[in-house]
């Protein structure tokens, strides 16, 4: 009889360690949720935290003030969800950083009329005209561009400024500078008769003078050799 007892309460413990083994993977397996369905969560929370906050999302309150806060509310989601998912392991404030523009744009489909309408017109007219005037990153050189080896003879700052250089063989070249690209930072006097790799690529300007089309090099990027 206490063999038989014996017998069974070993089967119900090494049953109860399985259940518990199970559900303690499951309830890892849930936990781990993907970077898209924890950035919803996060939105989903800003909102509510939006919500449940008036006194500091008014209309009145001075826009730095709404920012502090909504980057407060955004924190207090991180905080809440971080363990959920292995896509936020890693520094939190560059994680913080990198998802509160991604959060930004969810919530306008997760509270859009409530998200906006804490801002006011003239702050939102402020927000497009900051993206319409924002400065495009300089473009990374790409092997597949227009390039050639130079020498840098002089550099002019008119209404367009363009940089005048000598190739391999001696022939003059000018080259156009009408948008930011890596290695502007190199084009200094004491780097004049220095050889340079040039990449560019080929673009039809109108010529007054000319009264017709003519194609320039305009600088993509450029490095010391």
Known sequence: MLK???TKFNFMKKNTLLLLFIFSVQLCVSQDKTRDEILQLMAEDTC???KN???SFAQDVSLEKKEMALGLCIFNSYSKRKNE???LKGNALENIESVAEEIGVLMVSVCGSEFLAIFTSDELYSFATDDELETPAAAPKDENDFNMEVTLESISNDAISHLSVLDEYGKSHKFVVIEQFEGFDLLKSKNFKK???????EQNFFDLSEKRYVTKKVVKYIEKI
């Open 4 to 6: 038989t007892y014996k």
């Open 85 to 87: 998912t292995k896509a």
């Open 53 to 55: 906050d008036p006194v």
């Open 48 to 50: 509510d935290c939006i």
């Open 195 to 201: 050889p340079f790799r040039v990449y560019y690529r």
